[in-house]
């Protein structure tokens, strides 16, 4: 059960695109199409953003996107916004029916 | 309101046990999935273990195998962690969080705010 891996930071000016990288194996992102991402900013509890790679659930924002390719998923944020600071960590369920994060994205917006 | 409290949280000596609870409120607890997620100070988010809505499966990382049992008590609308022969490692914020009806593939849709467990050596 190894962590997901992501790029420890990412950064962007307003109105920029970014985008994290979320690479795992066969086991868990390459074999379903359940890969979400969750936005967490300091002191609160995650919030999901994404799920099944590029479903978003209700009032999550459209400036939010999931893909993937092969063993590795992406979320790309659009638009930046000073709010959209905060840490982002995939997750995928895995061949094994456990769960598996990511080591998580600090995004900056500069 | 949808809700999920979790409490128990507090500091243990290494070796020693101690549970969590997680009440849950505003929402059928009874035909929803949930999970134990941990977060060790300033580290990532973990994996901890999984309980279907009867109580009838259930899964855990391989680092809490044999040591964690997670439970759920649909009556009184409330899950648990017990936690025995706690080691430092152990150390984070603890988080109940529920298994999205849309999601097929274990997504959380509601988290709790966290409990946390320190294990002092």
């Known amino acids: 059960q190894s962590a997901l891996t992501q790029p420890a930071s990412v950064s962007g000016s307003p109105g920029q695109s970014i985008t994290i990288s979320c690479t795992g194996t066969?086991?868990?992102?390459?074999?379903?199409?359940?890969v979400s991402w969750y936005q967490q900013h300091p002191g609160k509890a995650p919030k999901l953003m994404v799920y099944e790679v590029y479903n978003r659930p209700l009032g999550a924002s459209d400036r939010f996107f999931g893909s993937k390719s092969g063993n590795t998923a992406s979320l790309t944020i659009s638009g930046l916004q000073a709010g959209d600071e905060a840490d982002y960590y995939c997750s995928s369920f895995t061949s094994s029916n456990t769960l598996v994060f990511g080591g998580g994205t600090k995004l900056t917006v500069l | 309101q949808e809700q999920l409290v979790e409490s128990g949280g507090g500091v243990v000596q290494a070796g020693r046990s101690l549970r969590l609870s997680c009440a849950a409120s505003g929402f059928t607890f009874s035909s929803s999935p949930v999970h134990w997620v941990r977060q060790a100070p300033v580290k990532g988010l973990e994996w901890v273990a999984f309980?279907?809505?009867?109580?009838?499966?259930?899964f855990y990382a391989d680092s809490v195998q044999g040591r964690f049992t997670i439970s759920r008590d649909n009556s009184n609308n409330t899950l648990y962690l017990h936690m025995h022969s706690l080691r430092p490692e152990d150390t984070a914020v603890y988080y109940c969080?529920?298994?999205?009806?849309?999601?097929?593939?274990?997504?959380?849709?509601?988290w709790g705010q966290g409990t946390l467990v320190t294990v002092s050596s």
């Open positions: 309980i279907s809505d009867d109580g009838a499966n259930t």
């Open positions: 066969s086991s868990d992102v390459g074999y379903y199409d359940y």
């Open positions: 969080a529920r298994t999205a009806r849309y999601c097929a593939g274990d997504c959380y849709d509601l």
